[in-house]
Every structure is written in C-alpha cells, then in structure tokens.
T-cell receptor
Framework: GQQLNQSPQSMFIQEGEDVSMNCTSSSIFNTWLWYKQDPGEGPVLLIALYKAGELTSNGRLTAQFGITRKGSFLNISASIPSDVGIYFCAGRPTGGFKTIFGAGTRLFVKA | DVKVTQSSRYLVKRTGEKVFLECVQDMDHENMFWYRQDPGLGLRLIYFSYDVKMKEKGDIPEGYSVSREKKERFSLILESASTNQTSMYLC?????????????FGPGTRLTVL
C-alpha cells in the first residue's frame, strides 16, 4: 500500500533551537497535514496544506507543500519545552479516499 | 472549533467481554474513522464511515465491528475482547469537501484487556 516516509524518527534538541522534519511519498498527494500528539492525547491538527508550493505558518510553525506534491516539511523555530510530543504528517493521495499517516517524529526538548 | 469526544479516556476489560467505544462529533461531518495506535506501528485504520448506516473496512478490521445510526455518532465494538486488542483507540471525523480530507481527532481511549 501507499506509505509516507517521515524523518527523523526522533530528535533531541536544546530549548531555543530550530527544528525541521520531513515527509515524503512515492506518489502524488492532494493534501498534506501536520499533527502534534501530546502523551495520552489524540493528535491535534497544526497545519493543513492543499496546494503545491503552499507555505503556511502557525505561530512558530511553518510547513510547506512540496512543489512535486510528493513531500512536505515542518519547521519549528525557537523550540520550547511544550513542543515535546510526536509530530505526524498525513496526506491524501490523488484519486484516493483514505488519509495516509506517517510513523511520526518524536521530539524531545531539553530546557 | 471542531469537537470530537470519546466516551472514555481509560478502560479496563477482561478477555471475552464485549466492549463499546463511543465517539461523537459536533461539526455535522459526513466522515468518521476509528484508528488504533500502537508503539512502532503508527496509526492503523480499523473502520470508517462516510454516511449514516454506511461503513467500510479499513486496514485491520478483524475482531471489530462498527455502528453508525446517527450522523454525529460512530461506535466501535469489540465483540469478544482479546489481549492483543490492548491499545490506544482514536476516533476522527472529517467533512466531505472536494478533494480535501482534514481529519480532526478525539482525545483517545486507552483500552487495556486483561
């Protein structure tokens, strides 16, 4: 089946550092979504992208829909301890109905 | 704001019991989903529904059934719970809007089967 490759699997960073995580697919996607999941909670939508090349910010978060429509990245600037959690990318492939989820990037922030 | 609620945050059941997990959304969304989340396996789709009384199997439907009698409510049923169904269960909903499908999740139910 279709898969998303999300990298890195985990990141250990110092408070104040910038973070970048990536998601790629072998097929073209119509939609890219980024979620954050806190421990014991459900994923919360951070950013939704619907057009190739689209660059969207949400506070310290910035995400882009890759121009080839086969990838997306999420950047977090000036990280803080509450950024800790698992970040999931998700996408809807062209012609498909189901949303595909990446395996997640687990972020640890040291104060 | 979209709100998706799940009936229980934590649940402990015994092997063989029948288990009902309830999900309610308040945004008049057509689509609803049930996932389970396990360490190292990510989110796996169990069942989804795109309309009242309609249901479709996801990637791992075995051992589960669902019910959608009303648009806002989607129930996941474990007919006879087994220990390998111990997991975090997540419900989500989305609107049918062209080619977009932004899913909004509930807080999750952590089920332990003893």
């Amino acid at each position: 089946g279709q898969q998303l490759n999300q990298s890195p699997q985990s990141m250990f960073i110092q408070e104040g550092e910038d973070v970048s995580m990536n998601c790629t697919s072998s097929s073209i996607f119509n939609t890219w979504l980024w979620y954050k999941q806190d421990p014991g909670e459900g994923p919360v939508l951070l950013i939704a992208l619907y057009k190739a090349g689209e660059l969207t910010s949400n506070g310290r978060l910035t995400a882009q829909f890759g121009i080839t429509r086969k990838g997306s990245f999420l950047n977090i600037s000036a990280s803080i301890p509450s950024d800790v959690g698992i970040y999931f990318c998700a996408g809807r492939p062209t012609g498909g109905f189901k949303t595909i989820f990446g395996a997640g990037t687990r972020l640890f922030v040291k104060a | 704001d979209v709100k998706v609620t799940q009936s229980s945050r934590y649940l402990v059941k015994r092997t063989g019991e029948k288990v009902f997990l309830e999900c309610v959304q308040d945004m008049d969304h057509e689509n609803m989903f049930w996932y389970r989340q396990d360490p190292g396996l990510g989110l796996r789709l169990i069942y989804f529904s795109y309309d009242v009384k309609m249901k479709e199997k996801g990637d791992i439907p075995e051992g589960y059934s669902v019910s959608r009698e009303k648009k806002e409510r989607f129930s996941l049923i474990l007919e006879s719970a087994s220990t390998n169904q111990t997991s975090m269960y997540l419900c989500a909903s989305s609107a049918t809007s062209g080619s977009t499908d932004t899913q909004y999740f509930g807080p999750g139910t952590r089920l332990t089967v003893l």
